[in-house]
């Protein structure tokens, strides 16, 4: 009773220390979005030169809290943070215009998404931390941090470090929050606070699948189950090496880093003899299925007191005895699923083992790997032939497939030149909004400006009598060989003249072009813009009467708005008035069109 009422506490703790921080960083938030980007830049700087400083103290806090990983390889990733993302990131526009697109006439203008909740993990706290603090602050975004339980204190040292660093340079108060009492319900509480615009988390699947239920955008990142594919062309002494490196990094702890080897089967032996050349020790059946027991949990989920352990520590807990340099253990497979428990993301120097005949039957291997726990996440191949490369980033449902380089390290961009990140969404294939690793342009909302770069047109109705509604006007047709038919010229020659106040000739006698007046538009003139008058029609016989507002003219060229504007006068048009369209373009310039009165 005693522990469910302290429980009960600890929750009510935790929820009302997410509410105050999530109205503290409101509050914060609306003053960093004013900030302009030499400040937010300074600001940047002075948290990432913070962090790198203590990236070792940082490393060694994290492997005394939690037990996981290596502190060499945590303070490779906490640098990895403070320096390498931190280079990446320091040249982004993320304030005011940051692109223009002057063949479109479109310009790009960042505006921050609001107080981010930052989800932070137990198996890469302090580095996963630097790199939040950092992409949020560069995106002008407050954030609230919530560690890991198991993580609390390492991950609450980084956010004082890095609040102390911003605080100097500038950052209002409130920009950072970390929580400290920490329960699943005071993170939920966190995720769903209207204050609270975007959540960025990284963890188990639950937290993951909590975090895109809370009604917020998300992006969440899960589980990886990374195979790596070992190809009869490929180096097999450096795929060997790439495999253990990055499976033995930081003791697998990384989502990213190997599970499964799949090689083909002509290079089977050799692969197994480097490997153990390399420190692989290869489990017998026997011991397979003794590992999986202690290792693979009811849930299907890796054991927490063997994550990020050694292999010699792992294979000490099961009592199977190895090679003192072992680095990583292998377990010879048959197949992926429940029923082979070692087929799973493990989180620990553990490697399955599969031979395949060539790249086809690899294909269909990788991709059962990949639905077990690692959709839309990670792999990598190793290989010299293009062409398999190629079929292997056309079919397999990774979006970081890595060539010729540890999954671990290429995925986050240490050894490629994808986007340095530690956050790697895994797109629709893992139920994430972004196949992106993510950086500070995935915390911004941008702004359009654009420019009207073509003319609106009208719709063109359909035929009265068609049954399949609006068309496309058709192309005009190549005029024919003959010219203009000269009764239709003449008729257009007669309307001109009469507009201009020129008696036609009979119809037995049509006008000849030479006899038409010659009419120069000044296109360079000014001219005078028009006072309010009384709204006149066309000129007949040379003579201005003032119409009725609702007689409309049948015809307005350029030289009839510019002679309208000399006399100051306007034009009454009508729906069955054709207008040139320089005409068009002056007279609405000038406001020199009246639209005349429909009939009663």
């Given at each position: 009773m005693a522990d469910s009422v302290a429980q009960t506490d600890r929750d009510?703790?935790?929820?009302?220390?997410?509410?105050?921080?999530?109205?503290?960083?409101?509050?914060?938030?609306?003053?960093?979005?004013?900030?302009?980007?030499?400040?937010?830049?300074?600001?940047?700087?002075?948290?990432?030169?913070?962090?790198?400083?203590?990236?070792?103290?940082?490393?060694?806090?994290?492997?005394?809290?939690?037990?996981?990983?290596?502190?060499?390889?945590?303070?490779?990733?906490?640098?990895?943070?403070?320096?390498?993302?931190?280079?990446?990131?320091?040249?982004?526009?993320?304030?005011?215009?940051?692109?223009?697109?002057?063949?479109?006439?479109?310009?790009?203008?960042?505006?921050?998404?609001?107080?981010?909740?930052?989800?932070?993990?137990?198996?890469?706290?302090?580095?996963?931390?630097?790199?939040?603090?950092?992409?949020?602050?560069?995106?002008?975004?407050?954030?609230?941090?919530?560690?890991?339980?198991?993580?609390?204190?390492?991950?609450?040292?980084?956010?004082?470090?890095?609040?102390?660093?911003?605080?100097?340079?500038?950052?209002?108060?409130?920009?950072?929050?970390?929580?400290?009492?920490?329960?699943?319900?005071?993170?939920?509480?966190l995720m769903r606070r209207r204050e609270v615009a975007l959540i960025l988390a990284t963890g188990g699947l639950a937290l993951v699948r909590a975090a895109y239920s809370a009604g917020k955008p998300a992006y969440g990142v899960g589980p990886g189950n990374a195979p790596a594919y070992v190809e009869r062309t490929a180096d097999l002494a450096k795929a060997v090496a790439d495999i253990i490196t990055g499976k033995t990094f930081d003791n697998g702890v990384l989502c990213s880093s190997e599970n499964s080897v799949v090689v083909d089967e002509v290079i089977s032996g050799e692969a197994r003899r480097e490997f153990e050349r390399q420190g692989g020790y290869f489990l017998s059946p026997a011991e397979a299925e003794r590992l999986a027991a202690t290792l693979v949990t009811a849930d299907r989920l890796p054991n927490p007191e063997l994550v990020g352990r050694t292999a010699l520590e792992i294979a000490g807990r099961v009592d199977i005895h190895v090679p003192a340099d072992t680095r990583v253990l292998l377990a010879p497979l048959d197949g992926v699923g429940r029923e082979y428990p070692l087929s799973?993301?493990?989180?620990?120097?553990?490697?399955?083992?599969?031979?395949?005949?060539?790249?086809?039957?690899?294909?269909?291997?990788?991709?059962?790997?990949?639905?077990?726990?690692?959709?839309?996440?990670?792999?990598?191949?190793?290989?010299?032939?293009?062409?398999?490369?190629?079929?292997?980033?056309?079919?397999?449902?990774?979006?970081?497939?890595?060539?010729?380089?540890?999954?671990?390290?290429?995925?986050?961009?240490?050894?490629?030149?994808?986007?340095?990140?530690?956050?790697?969404?895994?797109?629709?294939?893992?139920?994430?909004?972004?196949?992106?690793?993510?950086?500070?342009?995935?915390?911004?909302?941008?702004?359009?400006?654009?420019?009207?770069?073509?003319?609106?047109?009208?719709?063109?109705?359909?035929?009265?009598?068609?049954?399949?509604?609006?068309?496309?006007?058709?192309?005009p047709s190549k005029p024919k060989r003959g010219g203009i038919d000269p009764a239709l010229l003449s008729g257009r020659i007669e309307t001109f003249l009469a507009s201009r106040g020129i008696a036609a000739t009979s119809e037995a006698s049509p006008p000849s072009l030479a006899a038409a007046p010659t009419i120069t538009p000044s296109a360079t003139a000014p001219v005078p813009a028009p006072p309010p008058v009384t709204p006149v029609a066309s000129t007949t016989a040379g003579t201005s009467v003032v119409p009725e507002v609702d007689v409309a003219v049948d015809f307005v060229c350029e030289d009839d708005v510019r002679q309208a504007l000399r006399d100051h006068r306007r034009i009454t048009v009508g729906e069955g008035t054709i207008i040139t369209p320089s005409a068009q373009d002056l007279g609405q310039q000038h406001h020199v069109f009246v639209q005349a009165e429909l009939p009663r």
């Open positions: 009510l703790d935790s929820i009302r220390q997410a509410r105050t921080m999530a109205r503290r960083a409101k509050a914060a938030q609306t003053r960093l979005a004013e900030l302009n980007q030499e400040q937010i830049d300074g600001i940047v700087d002075a948290m990432a030169s913070a962090a790198a400083a203590q990236a070792g103290p940082f490393a060694r806090m994290a492997v005394e809290e939690t037990g996981y990983g290596l502190e060499a390889d945590k303070v490779q990733k906490n640098l990895f943070a403070a320096d390498t993302i931190y280079r990446f990131i320091r040249p982004m526009r993320t304030v005011g215009v940051i692109a223009r697109h002057d063949d479109v006439r479109v310009v790009d203008i960042a505006e921050p998404f609001g107080v981010v909740a930052a989800i932070v993990p137990s198996t890469n706290p302090t580095s996963t931390a630097i790199y939040k603090l950092l992409v949020c602050l560069k995106a002008r975004c407050a954030v609230v941090l919530s560690p890991h339980p198991s993580a609390v204190r390492s991950i609450r040292r980084v956010a004082e470090v890095m609040t102390e660093a911003a605080t100097a340079a500038g950052a209002p108060d409130g920009s950072i929050s970390c929580m400290t009492t920490i329960t699943l319900e005071g993170t939920q509480e799973m993301e493990k989180l620990c120097p553990v490697l399955s083992f599969y031979v395949v005949a060539d790249w086809h039957e690899a294909c269909s291997r990788c991709q059962e790997i990949l639905r077990y726990g690692g959709m839309g996440h990670t792999m990598s191949i190793h290989s010299q032939d293009e062409q398999v490369i190629l079929e292997f980033g056309l079919k397999k449902s990774a979006f970081r497939i890595v060539v010729n380089t540890p999954t671990t390290l290429g995925s986050i961009g240490m050894t490629t030149g994808l986007d340095p990140s530690m956050t790697l969404g895994c797109g629709g294939h893992g139920g994430n909004i972004t196949s992106d690793n993510i950086t500070p342009r995935h915390l911004l909302n941008t702004k359009r400006l654009a420019y009207g770069i073509r003319p609106a047109r009208a719709p063109v109705a359909p035929a009265a009598d068609s049954p399949e509604g609006p068309r496309l006007p058709e192309a």
